[in-house]
């Protein structure tokens, strides 16, 4: 993967998905996210974990949706998809930021 690849996939399932900005590199388990959503206009992204809520913001977002959504997605990270990257149409698929918000956990009794 290139440094610049807003995201990475392989072809078998990932037990974890790497998200990274340029502050923070953090791996969640695939097995404890409970809700994925696609904006209407393809330009965000919003993945919520128990306790994180993420957020992608960019262009094009639908091939990492699928991606995510069949376990085939490995990173997430700010940039352009390598496929895309030659071509300056609407239709590249482009990463502006990767979002990690800590959600505050009830006390354990």
């Known amino acids: ?3 610049r690849d807003c995201y990475e996939t392989d ?3 990932q037990a974890f998905l790497r998200l990274m900005n340029a502050r ?4 969640l388990p695939y097995a404890l996210l ?18 994180y809520e993420v957020t992608v913001r960019g262009r094009n977002l639908g091939v990492i949706f699928e991606k995510i959504a069949a376990t085939r997605c ?9 496929e895309s990257r ?3 149409s609407d239709e590249s698929t482009t ?3 990767v979002r990690l918000k800590r959600l505050s956990v009830p006390a354990q009794i």
């Open 1 to 3: 993967m290139s440094e």
């Open 11 to 13: 072809h078998s399932g």
């Open 24 to 27: 923070e590199r953090r791996a």
């Open 34 to 51: 409970v809700d994925l959503e696609l904006s209407e206009d393809s330009t965000a992204l919003k993945l919520m974990f128990p306790h």
């Open 74 to 82: 490995t990173v997430i990270q700010p940039g352009r998809s390598s």
């Open 86 to 88: 030659h071509e300056d």
């Open 95 to 97: 990463v502006i930021e």
